[in-house]
């Protein structure tokens, strides 16, 4: 005599246990957590945080008022004779590259809100533990740690995307009525560099604070990281290499941090008179604008890399 009674859809055993039947399998297999899911979740999870709207907003809005700030000096210095001080009657033509650097060059203002930005997104995880529960409904960390990636890449591209239409909104006011000098053959990079490659430098920013913020599983932590890497060290390799003649070479050292390699390529190596006359002096390698953007996605790599291993392997406490 069997052992197992059929009936209807479901099976009872001798025991009186009844087994999952293939119906509730094949259901079990379709409310699987799917990648797509999981990034809907995380893009959620970001529109519902404060912080995500009042940062990105931060960031947007220094992007224009550095862009209006710089812009204004610009225009201000054609329209006055800088040995005597006085109004010209008819203003200098502008440089349509130093209009262009001017938009190039608000995104760094951006960069360390945008990197807190990046930290926060991840920290706030493990300061709330709210990680328990996201791992809970995604046990899969790697597809937990990309969907966080790529949602928090998006709202990064957005706000420089958002960023970078408004600035040059506020540069085309300033700008209004002053003659502009055309782009030489050698300068028509700036254009691709700052349109495209602004708002993705900004998403790469986020991506490597995230990393960072990931690594150390703490804010405050993270936020510190993000604060030398984009602010200290390259000032402190500067200082010490224009002080110490035998120790030039740190010169190098500081054009391979993150703040420099992405002023350098939004930059796009088109240097001023001036600067280039300093730079000529300098007896130490200055990478160019290309190299650049390839020492700034080292660092992006490493930083996520790093992350994504510690959220794969560290216990959740």
Request: hydrophobic share 50%.
């Amino acid at each position: 005599m069997s052992n197992v009674t059929m009936t209807g859809a479901s099976a009872t055993n001798s025991t009186g246990q009844r087994p999952v039947s293939r119906r509730a399998n094949r259901w079990n297999r379709r409310i699987r957590l799917t990648f797509a899911g999981s990034l809907k979740a995380e893009l959620l999870k970001l529109k519902s945080l404060k912080s995500t709207w009042i940062l990105l907003g931060l960031a947007a809005a220094l992007m224009v008022g550095m862009a209006a700030l710089s812009a204004w000096t610009t225009t201000f210095m054609a329209t006055v004779d800088l040995t005597t001080g006085k109004t010209l009657d008819h203003p200098k033509p502008l440089a349509a590259v130093d209009l262009w650097a001017v938009l190039a060059s608000s995104g760094s203002t951006a960069a360390l809100v945008i990197g807190i930005f990046g930290v926060m997104a991840i920290t706030s995880e493990y300061t709330t533990s709210a990680i328990q529960s996201s791992l809970t409904a995604n046990p899969r960390r790697g597809m937990f740690y990309l969907s966080k990636s790529i949602a928090v890449a998006l709202y990064a591209l957005a706000s420089g995307i958002v960023g970078i239409l408004l600035a040059s909104g506020v540069l085309w006011l300033f700008v209004e009525g002053h003659d502009v000098t055309p782009l030489t053959d050698d300068q028509w990079r700036i254009i691709p560099i700052t349109v495209v490659g602004f708002p993705m430098t900004i998403m790469c920013i986020a991506l490597m604070a995230l990393g960072l913020g990931a690594l150390t599983r703490s804010t405050v932590g993270g936020i510190s990281a993000v604060v030398v890497l984009l602010m200290v060290l390259s000032s402190v390799l500067a200082i010490v290499s224009l002080a110490v003649s035998q120790v030039s070479w740190l010169g190098t050292l500081a054009y391979l941090t993150p703040d420099m390699a992405m002023n350098n390529f939004l930059g796009a190596s088109i240097r001023s008179d001036a600067v280039s006359s300093v730079t000529s002096q300098q007896d130490y390698w200055i990478p160019e604008w290309w190299q650049s953007v390839l020492i700034l996605l080292a660092w992006v790599s490493a930083a996520w890399v790093g992350g994504l291993l510690v959220t794969k392997k560290a216990d959740v406490k």
